[in-house]
DNA sequence: ACCTCCCACCCTGCATAGAT
DNA sequence: ATCTATGCAGGGTGGGAGGT
């Protein structure tokens, strides 16, 4: 038998003194002094002039005082009074001071023998079942968009009570809340037997066809999963010419019993967002998604963290409503290096080359905002005039305390017009692709995937843009990227008719500092950016680029 | 009681832009 | 060249809840 709860003798030892049948007392137990209480006799406290009647219900009254509700009653009552807000399963038990996990069973099974409204709810960092009497119950129409079960299983439009405790016997795994014969002999066991526990939150009927099955129960999560994998593999595969890959669905683990579950109230909402803002735009950047969902609950307390937005694309993927991709961008200060950044799709958008040439300069900009806004905190400036759709380029040169050393580069042949310095390495990556020369051919390591094909990039080449960048004769250099070493000295190697890739190791990195990286970096964007490269990975994901 | 998972928070490292 | 401010990503941590 379960210990009686303390607050609940208090609660009730309160309400017998508060109508005057008990008395509080202190006495002597065993040689210790312990409050007491003592019955007062209720046909005596009263009045003699009462008449009979009045005594009869007194009497009732009393009665009804001294026989202890059922816990049930108590219950249904904390519930009835918190009107529409609705109480957590939590704050009941703290009332009666009961604990939570004991009486979880009964508590949902109370809720919905007496068709309760359950929603579950995050709550700071943990979920919480928040219950109403059905005539108080007014969903958040947000809510009750995005979770809408299969109507077999919703609760609220089955008043047959054997499914409802049949639902939750699969939610309580010891079946203690019914006799599960008699689910069997009604013939709705087998249906619910694949209803996840996690299902008893969405009980509510909504109307969006977007997140109609975003709660899925453990058999199509685990066929999902699959599904996306193989789908993955089979067609959404980006070809070979395409710089991303495909995020991996999220792996379960070796405990397949959290696979099914399904995503929070909030989560969920934020789900619905992240689809919304996918209907209206052909992609968004995973960065994007932070900002703006911490952007939409800048009200809360807490921020959304990057990995509950991983679990929420991960659960979103299983279930095919996003496609999630890892585009390579090239590093605007490396050319060779890249920098990776997880793209959201929607399933139905094929990956074609100007998708990605999109995104890329999504990706770009975004950086650029993200950063100048960051800079732009550190000034005072306050109102500055905003000049829609012009980007401030990267300075190259940087003026103050560097004129000797720009001039130096310009001793040297730099040419500061980017455009030029863009079309001359157009023209020698060109020259190099075309000429039939044996080194050569190892930079133009094979045909392009599309090569052969009726698409516009047939004339594709790929090549490895670090190799051909080593094949550079320096003066070519000296003009694209510049340097400031001694004039005499590079014009020796000029006359020489040296590559960079003839120069010992030290005077190559000496050539190829930090500056000159971000300066080619700069000029090799410019072509991506005019459509003459198209950057994929390929080949070990060696970083390649292919020439229009 | 223990384990696992979810979640938010924190720390660290890196990249970038602007100021000095 | 160095410093500062900002943002992002990865990894770690601890609290809470549910399951065994």
């Known amino acids: 038998m379960s210990r009686f709860p303390y607050c609940l003798c208090n609660q009730i030892s309160q309400r017998l003194k508060a109508h005057g049948i008990v008395e509080q007392f202190d006495a002597k137990v065993n040689g210790k002094i312990e409050a007491c209480l003592r ?6 406290t009263e009045s003699g002039n009462e008449d009979k009647k009045l ?7 009393v009665i009804d005082q001294l026989v202890e509700l059922p816990m049930e009653h108590q219950i249904y009552d904390i519930i009835d009074a918190a009107g529409s807000c609705g109480i957590t399963l939590k704050e009941i038990c703290e009332r009666l001071g009961i604990e939570l996990k004991k009486s979880h069973i009964r508590l949902v099974n109370l809720c919905y023998r007496f068709g309760m409204k359950v929603q579950e709810e995050q709550c700071l960092k943990s979920k919480a079942n928040r219950v109403w009497i059905s005539k108080n119950f007014n969903p958040e129409p947000e809510v009750g968009l995005i979770c809408k079960l299969d109507e ?48 008893t939150e969405s ?70 967002r992240i689809l919304e803002r996918l ?12 900002r703006c969902l911490i952007c939409f609950e800048k009200d809360k307390s807490t921020k959304v963290d990057r990995k509950t937005i991983d679990r929420i694309l991960t659960k979103l993927q299983e279930q095919e409503k996003v496609k999630c991709i890892t585009v ?17 799709v929607h399933p139905s958008m094929s990956l074609t080359p ?85 080194h050569i051919d190892v930079l133009s390591s094979k045909k392009c995937a599309f090569e052969g094909t009726d698409t516009p990039h047939s004339s594709s080449k790929l090549f490895f843009l670090e190799a051909t960048i080593k094949e550079m004769p320096v003066e070519l250099f000296l003009k694209v990227v510049g340097s400031t070493k001694n004039y005499e000295e590079m014009i020796g190697k000029c006359k020489m008719d040296l590559h960079l890739s003839d120069l010992p190791p030290e005077e190559y990195k000496f050539l190829m500092d930090a500056q000159a990286t971000g300066r080619l970096s700069l000029v090799i964007d410019i072509l991506r950016r005019l459509k003459v490269f198209l950057f994929t990975v390929e080949l070990n994901l060696s970083l390649c680029f292919k020439l229009e």
């Not at 390579?328 to 959201?344: A, F, G, L, Q």
């Open 39 to 44: 019955l007062l006799d209720p046909i005596t």
């Open 55 to 61: 005594n009869s219900g007194k009497i009732c009254q």
């Open 152 to 199: 077999n299983k919703t609760l609220n439009n089955v008043p047959d009570s054997s499914k409802i405790l049949s639902e939750f016997e699969t939610s309580t795994t010891s079946g203690k809340l019914d006799d599960p014969a008699k689910l069997e002999d009604r013939g709705v066991g087998a249906e619910l037997s694949c209803v996840s526990p996690r299902n």
């Open 203 to 272: 009980n509510f009927v909504g109307t969006s066809a977007d997140l109609q099955d975003l709660v899925l129960d453990r058999r199509s999560t685990v066929s999902h999963c699959k599904s996306v994998s193989s789908s993955v593999e089979a067609d959404n595969a980006p070809s070979g010419a395409f710089p991303s890959d495909m995020l991996k669905p999220f792996s379960t683990g070796p405990n397949q019993r959290y696979a099914s579950l399904s995503l929070s109230v909030d989560n969920t909402r934020r789900a619905n």
């Open 279 to 290: 209907k209206d735009e052909r992609f968004i950047l995973k960065s994007e998604i932070n």
């Open 328 to 344: 390579h961008s090239p590093v605007i200060s490396e050319y060779s290096r890249t920098k990776d950044c997880v793209v959201v």
């Open 354 to 438: 100007e998708l990605f040439d999109e995104i890329q300069d999504r990706i770009r900009s975004f950086n650029c905002y993200i950063h100048s806004k960051s800079a732009s905190h550190q000034k005072n400036d306050l109102l500055l005039p905003v000049m829609e759709g012009i980007q401030k380029n990267q300075s190259v040169i940087v003026p103050d305390g560097q004129a000797s050393k720009a001039e130096a580069m310009r001793a040297n042949g730099f040419v500061l017009a980017k455009m030029i310095c863009a079309k001359l390495l157009h023209s020698f990556i060109w020259d190099c692709l075309h000429r039939s020369t044996s």
